[in-house]
């Protein structure tokens, strides 16, 4: 799937399944929940707390595929195109430090 196909099949779902995009302030406030969720299950899975019962059954893709909805459906209802927007933040990225963590002795 390319990010465009993805861009598309989440447009069709919110169509057929959701009657209509939340809006961009809703959107935002269900993006922080969703990237808290990726947060917690991170903190519990690599760092050093411990889950709660209930939450172990909790699966960091499931929530990396969420936050990753959101931010489609944040592109979908404001025509951002991702494909060109990380084509060309990659582009930035490269320009930007193509070298520089190279030279960085923290990463050796």
């Known amino acids: 799937m390319t990010i465009q196909d993805a ?3 989440v447009d069709n779902w919110i169509k057929k399944h959701g ?9 935002m406030a269900i993006l922080t929940e969703e990237v808290g969720e990726v947060a917690r299950i991170i903190s519990r899975q690599y760092g050093e707390q411990s889950f709660k019962n ?3 059954d909790k699966k960091l893709g499931d929530e990396l595929a969420d936050v990753l909805f959101v931010i489609i459906c ?8 991702l494909t060109e927007a990380l084509e060309k933040n990659l582009e930035k990225k490269t320009n930007r430090d193509g070298e520089r963590h190279h ?4 990463l050796a």
Do not use: C, H, M, P
């Open 74 to 81: 944040l592109a979908n209802q404001t025509g951002v195109d």
């Open 54 to 56: 209930e939450e172990s």
């Open 19 to 27: 009657v209509r995009y939340f809006n961009e302030l809703t959107n």
């Open 103 to 106: 030279s960085n002795t923290k």
């Open 7 to 9: 861009q598309t099949i």
